[in-house]
């Protein structure tokens, strides 16, 4: 099995090689959806370049003080020379050539992550770094560390009570690596293609500070109800809309092209999608759509 995989990788990626959000997006680009270049860095290569295998909270609850340790250990492991950065640097110049001078963001994507039980939603950290590899290093072990916070463990410990579930995550955690698109003053949004707080019709929240202003339930200057064959924006919303897009004639071309991308979204999947995109002028990229999980609010 490779240490590193392109998002243009182009055989079926099962969660359990690369954790349910890659797996997703894997699928999203397959099927030709607007999804940011980059790629994966699969969990067994975090695993075998960090040396964690001491680290298995599978069957047993750790203590503050073990977590602790654990994250010191990663952020003090030197992994310049291994073969996992070999790789990633590979990758790295395949993307610049293209998207010089550009961020990248790296973000978790976890076995129980974005899954039809648990979503971790802001449990796990994402951080922006730059092309250069130092950088990446960083973002890598920040992102990687944060399955042994406090609050990650606090999550599971509580759904593992009220589900009767275990804690699989901690040995399960792939990074995606991938450009940033924009920056806090692009529009975005989140579309649930059904209300996770009850009812029959989708939901629709837009920012024009991008979908973690929404996510983060800030700044949302639309938010409304929708029935996807009829279209996402209603009248009403789509003025507002032409006022944040600057352009009646973008504002249309926007509401037309996510109404057209969410329901090809959401007939890849047999369960009702939490999607995330963003607009940047001319396209819209799918960031991330994950399964509705039944009572957790965004």
Known sequence: ????????????????????????????????????????????????????????????????????????????????????ISDIEKQLNRINIRNRNKSLIARSSGGAEDGDSLSFAGIFESVTIGFHIDSLIEGVKEVYSSAYADKAVSYARFFKAKKNLPIPYIQDMSILVQKLIGGTDIIGGVVFTKDPLGGKYGRVEISSCGPKSVVDGKDIQISGSFALDQGIISKDDLSKL???????????????????????VQSLFTTNQDIEWIWDGGNIWILQTRSITEGVKK
Request: proline share 3%; net charge positive.
């Open 1 to 84: 099995m490779r240490n590193v995989y392109s998002l243009n990788h182009t055989h079926k990626m099962i969660p359990k090689v690369c954790g349910n959000k890659a797996s997703n997006l894997f699928k999203l680009k397959q099927n030709g959806i607007r999804v940011p270049d980059g790629f994966l860095i699969t969990s067994d290569a975090l695993k075998k370049t960090f040396k964690l295998d001491h680290a298995d909270f599978q069957n047993i609850e750790p203590s503050k003080e073990e977590l602790k340790n654990i994250r010191h250990e990663i952020f003090n492991r030197d992994i310049k020379e291994t073969q996992l």
């Open 242 to 264: 032409s006022d944040l897009c600057n352009s009646e004639y973008q504002s249309q071309l926007l509401s037309k092209s996510l109404s057209e991308i969410v329901t090809k």
